[in-house]
């Protein structure tokens, strides 16, 4: 067994706090990696305080892993001790299924295996993530990652960045095509980034008019506040596609207006409860929405691999591991632009 330093919720009402654990000894299609960064995702916070139900105690949360090999099993042929490597929101999946045979391992019939609050598939023990010094994964889990990018700035594209990826990529956008990205965030940001860099006319659409500066550094071509009735009529059935990244409770209806003909509402934000859909808004122009959750291995590849071409990173706030619990206060008020990392070096001091 491997000693591995942590931080971890004891409870759903407690603050994360040190924790020590033992990975497991790094079998033959293993890889082990010293991890460097972590990235924050909102989603540990909503499982650290139970808010989904089903979480595991105690928890170690992070599934934007980004560190280097220091050793591999003796079957792996794609990784050697000093690559640098990344993990994502899973590390297994059953592999038989046809989700998984596509290489859709996120969408697998009989449920991934998530990298932290699951189950290991033959143990029954819990997953433990990134908010540690070191992880081992089977190779066919594992990413490789450029050393052309600075890596605090990898770390979130195995979460935010493939969320907003893969259904762009999905639904085909590109040059000539008007796409909306509801809400700044996390997520918002890596939309923005990408649509552009797809050739897409991309217009961020915020309650914050604080963030019209920002939108337009990360690439978009156009503003529009949410609460300017007027400019929210002129943009009346204007986009090809609206990337719906927000959380908190909204009104679907008031965005569908805004699609063209055959528009897409392409859904990754989770709100806490139920939104409804009406159905005049989509049959009136045959408006679609669908939704999407992260991509599979070949994608996520593909999504580093066209991110160093590109040179596209997400945009971080560096911190120690001991800050972890104020910033979990500060993305409550999204007092962030747009990702908190965790410098792993802070907890092996």
Partial sequence: MIATKAYAAQNAAAPLAPFNFDRRDVGVNDVQIDILYCGVCHSDLHQ???????????????????????KVGSNVKRFAA???????????SCRTCPNCQA???QYCDNGMTATYNGLERVTKKPTYGGYSTQIV???????????????????PLLCAGITTYSPLRHVGVGKGHKVGVLGLGGLGHMGVKFAASFGAEVTMLSSSPSKEADAKKLGAHHFALTS??????????????ILNTVSAPHDYSTYL??????????????PPTPSAVPAFELIMRRRSIIGSLIGGIPETQEMLDYCADHNIVSDVEVIDMPYINEAYERML?????????????????
Wanted: proline share 2%.
């Fill in 257 to 270: 207006n805004l699609l063209n003909t055959s528009g897409t509402m392409i859904v990754v934000g989770v």
């Fill in 137 to 155: 994964v089977d190779q066919d889990y594992t990413l490789k990652v450029s050393n052309k990018l600075s890596i605090e700035g990898v770390a």
């Fill in 48 to 70: 650290v305080r139970d808010e989904w139900g089903g979480s595991i105690f105690p928890m170690v949360p992070g599934h934007e892993i980004v560190g280097r090999v220091i």
């Fill in 82 to 92: 000093g690559d640098l490597a990344g993990i994502g929101c899973f590390v297994d």
């Fill in 333 to 349: 008020k999204n007092d962030v632009k747009y990702r908190f990392v965790i410098d792993l070096a802070s907890l092996k001091k």
């Fill in 103 to 105: 290489g859709l391992q």
């Fill in 228 to 241: 300017d009735k007027n400019k929210m009529k002129s943009l009346t059935n204007h986009f090809d596609f």
